[in-house]
Structure formats: C-alpha cells, structure tokens
C-alpha cells in the first residue's frame, strides 16, 4: 500500500530565501508524482507534473525533482515571496489511483 | 474556460437533510473524482468514476452515493446528513489509461452541518 509523507509538516521562511519541500513515497513502482498548492479556502493548483521516466520539472521559480529509486521527490522554490505562503501537497499517482500527502504549510514572512 | 466547476461554494444545513453537491468538467477527461478534506486537511479519496463506471470506491458511509450521468457529470448525493460529514469536498477529474494523469479540481465545496 503506498503512503507519501510530506516533511515538514510547516514551514517558515523569510522573502527571498530559496527553500526546499520534501516528499518521500513507500512504493516506487508509480506513474508519476504532482505537487499541488492550495491556498486557504480555495481549491487546488496544480504546479508541477513528473512523469516516472522523468527526473525533473521546472516552471518559473519552482522545480521539483524525482528519484523513483529511493521514493523521493523536492520542491524547490527559488527566491521565495509571500505570495507563495500556501500548503503545498504532494500526490503520487500509481496504477490504481492517486495517494495524497498530508501537506507542507509554507509561510513566507515579508 | 476551460476548468472543473462544482457547485455549491457553499453548503449549510441541518441534520438529518439531504443535499447534493454537483460538479462538471469541460476538459474532455475520462475520469471523475470526489475527495474530502477532513479537518486536519487530509485529502482522502471517496470516489472515482471511469466513462461514467464507478471503479474506485472508498470506505465511505452508504449515505453518500455518487451519480453520474454522462462523463462529464459527477454528482455526489448525501442523505441524512451527519454532524461528521462537516468537509470541504473536492472534484476532480483527469484522463487515465496513460500515464499523464494530470488531476485538476474544482475550487471545493464548504459543507457545514448544524
């Protein structure tokens, strides 16, 4: 049965930094992994897809990785602002349906 | 727009009521979902429709039962209402058979039961 956990479970950051989010994964026979944003009574965002044949995706200041290998994938956020305070979810997707991580809470301090 | 709608935003009402929740995706995607974000914000998966077949469906009370009347549609009915079924409930939808699986939601439905 997959489980994904999402460490940390919140973050605080100052504007600017570059900051990392992890996702670890139990079973690496998936077919891709998603992150998601959600923000504070809205829906979800999709941000970023990475097919299993892929290591990596990057759109903007967001690139997230994956190594199926060791069940781990990262967000990285360069020069983070406010507007990225959010939960970020990490989804892995495998031959049945799709398993949710409990989320990173990521607040980014003006 | 393209995009996943689901309505209501919003949803008061008492015990013991019915209520439906509807959603509908423009994408062309083959698959529909209903997640519940519990109170913790876990996302847990309810169901999930395939052409309009159910082939996912979760340990979810008998109360709650989906309809889906063509593929585009994913209705998700629940009768007598439970203070417990208190929840923001998600639709998605997405195509499968690939391995893309790109999921895209709705905004999510505030269910508030009083």
């Known amino acids: 049965k997959q489980e994904v956990t999402q460490i940390p479970a919140a973050l605080s950051v100052p504007e600017g930094e570059n900051l990392v989010l992890n996702c670890s994964f139990t079973?690496?026979?998936?077919?891709?992994l998603q992150w998601f944003r959600q923000d504070p009574g809205k829906g979800l965002t999709s941000l970023l897809l990475?097919?299993?044949?892929?290591r990596e995706q990057t759109s903007g200041r967001l690139n997230a990785s994956l190594d199926k290998s060791s069940g781990r994938s990262t967000l990285y956020i360069a020069a983070s602002q406010p507007g990225d305070s959010a939960t970020y979810l990490c989804?892995?997707?495998?031959?049945?349906?799709?398993?949710f991580g409990k989320g990173t809470k990521l607040t980014v301090n003006p | 727009d393209t995009a996943v709608s689901q309505t209501p935003k919003y949803l008061v009402t008492q015990m013991g009521n019915d209520k439906s929740i509807k959603c509908e995706q423009n994408?062309?995607?083959?698959?529909m979902y209903w997640y519940k974000q519990d109170s913790k914000k876990f996302l847990k998966i309810m169901f999930s429709y395939n052409n309009k077949e159910l082939i996912i469906n979760e340990t979810v009370p008998n109360r709650f039962s989906p309809k889906s009347p063509d593929k585009a549609h994913l209705n998700l009915h629940i009768n007598s209402l439970e203070l417990g079924d208190s929840a923001v409930y998600f639709c998605?939808?997405?195509?499968?058979?690939?391995?893309?699986?790109?999921?895209?939601f709705g905004s999510g439905t505030q269910l508030s039961v009083l």
């Open positions: 989804v892995v997707g495998g031959s049945e349906k799709l398993v």
């Open positions: 990475i097919q299993s044949s892929q």
């Open positions: 994408l062309g995607h083959d698959t």
């Open positions: 079973d690496s026979a998936i077919y891709n």
């Open positions: 998605a939808s997405s195509f499968t058979g690939t391995t893309s699986q790109k999921l895209l």
